[in-house]
């Protein structure tokens, strides 16, 4: 059965997958410069055999595997490959040999998830119908996403996958499990980039001035009902500030006070409609309070819906492939990912890939200098990949 064949594979080929991780997770490299990266892939592809190769979006890499009777139905599997601009705090012989660039979002895992899927697929290549688009893309991490730039260079078409499957680590979830959610799973997420103006002058003579800092601490708390009163409490929206810039001094009023957040939520029509609220409740306290206001929204990415079959074929694939013990239910999750942008044009299914081992230490949250992972989740990586491609495709 192809089954058992793929889970013998991924035992077999563990090591490389590994070996692969760690060369990536040593050489990390920031979205969109993902040069070297990107180079190594094409490499690994190489040595496979596999020669439909194409260079999308400057770093980005399209790979094709055609099984038996090619044309019946096309699926693509996506895998991000950039880092981050954090310092790494882990003391591991695969350390982060960029200082300052680290792949602490788990990329490293879903770029050699996705090369050992391959690997175990063009092997099998005799044993399923249809064609596989192995997508590896850049620039998860920045907007306006790399997945955005992909589609852009038509790796959706021609032929066109009738759906596409991506995972991510989670370190939430111990390492031998993964998650799934049919439906609306991930945010939509824009930028905020807020300056209030006033006129700064001595902290002892307000009543000459414009006080930014007042004007703004009115302002980010009056925001708030845009989440609290606006938005219906049927629609999950989050508004948070994390930075707010007043460079003045204990006497000192500053003529600026620059402000940066978040805005994030499940619904487009509504998402429109908030940027709308929280620039005309800015407006009316700033300018009330004889101040300038400049706000800025950088859209982000929409949010990401599972489409509900191909999920519930991926989900029972894993239960499968693991057993139903191994296969756990996920929340929705208010941080965004730019596979979304795959899923505005075609089915979609994002899962997790558990990656905690609290008995060896790996706790860390992504983003963080110490994340890492639990290496044995690489099998599952590859191999359960692979499964639900052949599972999408039929044998
Ligand atoms: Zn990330
Ligand atoms: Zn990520």
Not at 20 to 28: M, Q, T, V
Not at 35 to 60: C, D, P, W
Not at 258 to 282: P, S
Request: glycine share 10%; hydrophobic share 40%; net charge negative.
């Amino acid at each position: 059965m192809v089954k058992n064949r793929i889970k013998e594979l991924a035992a077999a080929y563990k090591s490389e997958f590994i070996a692969n991780r760690r060369h990536l997770h040593a050489n990390p490299e920031l979205s969109f410069q993902e040069y070297k990266t990107a180079a190594f892939v094409e490499k690994q592809l190489n040595n496979l055999g596999i020669s439909q190769i194409e260079h999308k979006a400057k770093t980005g890499l399209l790979a094709v595997i055609e099984g038996k009777n090619p044309s019946k139905k096309v699926i693509a599997l996506r895998g991000d490959m950039d880092a981050l601009p954090i310092f790494e705090q882990n003391e591991v012989p695969y350390k982060s040999i960029n200082p300052g660039v680290m792949h602490a979002c788990g990329h490293d895992v879903h770029t050699a998830s996705l090369l050992g899927a391959a690997k175990i697929l063009n092997e099998i290549k005799g044993q399923f119908e249809g064609t596989i688009k192995l997508i590896f893309q850049p620039g998860e991490e920045l907007l306006p996403g790399g997945a955005s730039l992909m589609i852009k260079d038509k790796v959706l078409e021609n032929p066109r996958p009738s759906g596409i499957i991506g995972q991510h680590v989670m370190p939430l979830i111990p390492v031998g499990k993964v998650g799934f959610r049919k439906g609306m799973y991930m945010a939509s997420a824009d930028e905020l980039y807020i300056t209030v103006k006033g006129k700064g002058g001595h902290g002892a003579m307000p009543e000459s001035l414009v006080d930014p800092v007042l004007i703004a601490s009115h302002m980010i708390v009056a925001l708030q009902q845009v989440v609290s009163r606006n938005a219906s409490p049927k629609i999950p929206s989050v508004l948070s500030f994390g930075r707010v810039e007043a460079l003045g001094a204990t006497n000192i009023i500053p003529n600026e006070v620059k402000i940066q957040g978040t805005f994030r939520t499940l619904n487009e029509e509504w998402r429109y409609k908030a940027h709308q609220h929280m620039v005309n409740i800015a407006k009316g306290i700033v300018e009330g309070m004889g101040g300038e206001l400049d706000f800025d929204i950088r859209i982000g990415y929409p949010f990401l819906k599972n489409a509900e079959a191909l999920t519930s074929r991926a989900q029972e694939a894993a239960v499968q492939y693991l057993g139903s013990e191994n296969v756990v239910d996920l929340d929705v999750w208010m941080a965004s990912e730019d596979f979304s942008y795959y899923t505005q044009e075609i089915d979609g299914c994002f899962y997790r890939l558990g990656t905690r081992n609290e008995v060896k230490g790996f706790v860390s949250g992504v983003h963080t200098p110490t994340f890492d992972i639990d290496e044995d989740a690489l099998e599952i990586g590859a191999g359960l990949m692979a499964w639900i491609a052949v599972n999408e495709l039929g044998s």
